[in-house]
Structures are given as C-alpha cells and as structure tokens.
C-alpha cells in the first residue's frame, strides 16, 4: 500500500513525533520529491531559528511597566492621604 504524505506530516517529522516506520516512508519520499524536501529544509530551518528567539522584554517596554506601576503607586498613596 503506497502511503500518502502531508505536509503536517513532514512537520510531525522534523519534530519527531513519528514511528520509526513512518521515518523509512518520509526519508524515502523526501529522497524523490523535491518539493517537500524544501519544505523540510525550512522548517528545519525555523525550527533552529526558534532557539535564537529573545525571551526578555526591550528595555523600552521594562521602563514602560515600571513608570506604569509608580504612577499608580503614587496615584493610590494620593487617595489614601485623602481619606
């Protein structure tokens, strides 16, 4: 039976979220079918690129939060002293 290849099932594949026969099946279809193989090679590629992601805030958006929570301190220390 020829198996039918998504490319849901390529992605499954780079993440390695497939059987080991299914692995054969990609591998050789991927061998033959130029298309999904460039398909492979860039998820493969945004995959790498993920780990190079920024996970901290700019300095502009800290600043942003910070003047936010002094302005509302000061505005709650404000009511306060008024009760």
Do not use: C, W
Not at 53 to 59: A, D, H, I, K
């Amino acid at each position: 039976m020829i198996q039918t290849f998504t490319q849901n099932d390529i992605l499954r594949y780079a993440y390695e979220e497939t059987s080991t026969e299914e692995n054969q099946q990609i591998e050789e279809l991927l061998m033959h079918d130029h298309e999904l193989l460039l398909f492979y090679l860039d998820i493969m590629d945004l995959k790498a690129g993920l780990t190079k992601v920024e996970l901290q805030p700019s300095t502009r958006v800290t600043d942003t939060i910070l003047e936010y929570s002094r302005a509302s301190r000061q505005k709650n220390q404000s009511r306060q002293e008024s009760y």
